[in-house]
């Protein structure tokens, strides 16, 4: 799955973020970033391996991303942007065995190959509702240098639901801050999304200085974890819609409150009736694929915030539910989810243009699920031939340094408490290497 926060190769008012200038005026934009990724673990302590496990013995791995970001401004309230990408490299053991992969970079099919694709094709629309003209950043969802303070964005074409939704400041960027999925990402957000981590539809956003409002429809893939989309809206959609706040809680110091919940409507399983069939022996062993039914539903919820506490010092949150009946179907194997953590410049060791990390994880799943996967199912990432249920805990922290400018590099270190939520298995440590280019 690839979520890629491109919003640090727009943001050039700061000299050290790109090797190249870019006008803040021009109606065209041409930019583009690569990141690398190298992984390791050790030899950790398993009873049993299975099919879709992270695999005990030694491993490495380096995934490479490569991004061409384009765009043209066509009036003051209108632009185009078009993203070309590739992925190339694998992650650790094909990004099998972990709810919570190490890599968010990596996707999920290595067989798809490096070849570059579509990322992004949007069209963007501003509807003024009044106040003043308001200075912003470019960035990859908008040229635009000035909006206006109240305003509805609409955006139609081809996109990742994650530009839009469950965005963090200090916990959504592999670029720059963490590697884990369910660190980046809410994990129970099964948002909609082809194994690259994009997708089809519109999104229609209000936004003022206190509030925004945005809601989104969106296609669902024909699989689990699959390629193809589905193209027919009355049987399989996502609807996804998000409140956010900016509340006035400590004086001058930032805080943001962000309230999502998510309806999926697809070609998904259901974990009991699977588990049913098995024990009742209909099935030779629990198969999720074998119990599919158009048109069922999957939803959840997620809480995020963030809270700037100095100058240099930030915190974040997540929690995040989904109901466990049925499979999960678009991002990973996570029914509820909460995480933790913050970031802090630093200024302190005169390196300004540095930041550290770290994060605490807590991802679990339902009973049906456990069960499903106890008795020997396997789902899209997950299935050790059986399994002693624990919540998969995960302790990430990076630090990432400014090398030149628009080169910087990042050492990562994760430790992982029950991977699969199998406490027949590790705890695993996987130090992570990152170097990151934006021109």
């Known amino acids: 799955m690839i979520l890629l926060a491109a919003s640090s190769a727009f943001a050039q008012s700061d000299d050290n973020v790109s090797l190249f200038n870019h006008s803040s005026s021009s109606r065209v934009f041409v930019a583009g970033q690569v990141n690398l990724i190298h992984q390791q673990h050790p030899e950790f302590f398993a009873k049993y ?18 991004t061409l970001y384009t765009g043209g401004q066509i009036t003051k309230s209108t632009d185009i942007l078009f993203d070309v990408e590739s992925a190339g490299g694998r992650g650790l053991s094909d990004a099998l065995g972990l709810a919570g992969f190490t890599n968010v970079d990596v996707v999920r099919n290595p067989t798809l190959g490096s070849k570059p694709y579509l990322a992004r ?8 509702l009044g106040g003043e003209k308001i200075r912003v950043e470019r960035n990859f969802l908008s040229l635009m240098p000035e909006k206006p303070d109240k305003r509805i964005e609409i955006y139609v074409g081809k996109f990742s639901v994650a530009d839009f939704f469950d965005t963090n400041s200090i916990g959504s960027d592999s670029h720059f801050q963490f590697m884990n999925w369910t660190t980046v990402n809410n994990g129970a957000y099964d948002y909609s999304a082809d194994t690259r981590g994009y997708t089809y539809g519109a999104v229609v956003d ?16 024909k699989v689990a974890n699959g390629i193809d989309l589905d193209w027919n809206l009355r049987r399989a959609r996502a609807e996804n819609v998000e409140f956010q706040m900016l509340p006035q809680l400590w004086a001058e110091h930032k805080t943001v409150l962000r309230l999502l ?4 409507h697809a070609n998904m399983g259901d974990y009991r009736q699977a588990t049913d069939a098995f024990i009742q022996g209909y099935d030779p062993e629990p198969n999720i694929e074998a119990h599919r039914e158009q048109g069922r539903r999957k939803f959840g919820f997620g809480l995020n915030g963030e809270q700037q506490v100095t100058g240099t010092l930030r915190v974040f949150g997540r929690v995040g539910w989904n109901e466990g009946q049925h499979e999960s179907f678009a ?46 199912g396997k789902g899209f990432l997950l299935g050790d031939g059986t399994l002693t249920y624990g919540r998969e805990k995960t302790i990430e922290g990076y630090y990432t340094a400014r090398l030149t400018r628009g080169v910087f590099a ?12 199998n406490k027949d298995r590790g705890p695993v440590f996987v130090p992570s290497l990152r170097l990151h280019l934006e021109f």
């Open 206 to 221: 209000y936004e003022s200085s206190t509030r925004s409002l945005r809601f989104a429809e969106t296609l669902m893939p």
């Open 49 to 66: 391996t299975g099919e879709n496990s992270l695999r005990p013995e030694r491993e490495k791995a380096t995934s490479s991303v490569m």
């Open 331 to 376: 991002y990973t194997e996570v029914n509820d989810t909460a995480a933790a953590g913050g970031d802090f410049m630093g200024h302190r060791w005169k390196r300004t243009n540095d930041k550290v990390g770290v994060a605490f994880i807590s991802n679990g799943i339902s009973g049906d699920h456990s069960r499903y996967l106890q008795l020997g």
């Open 261 to 264: 919940g998510y309806l999926n």
């Open 410 to 421: 990042s050492v990562d270190l994760q430790h992982i408490t029950n991977p699969g939520y």
């Open 121 to 128: 094709l949007l069209f963007h629309q501003i509807i003024s």
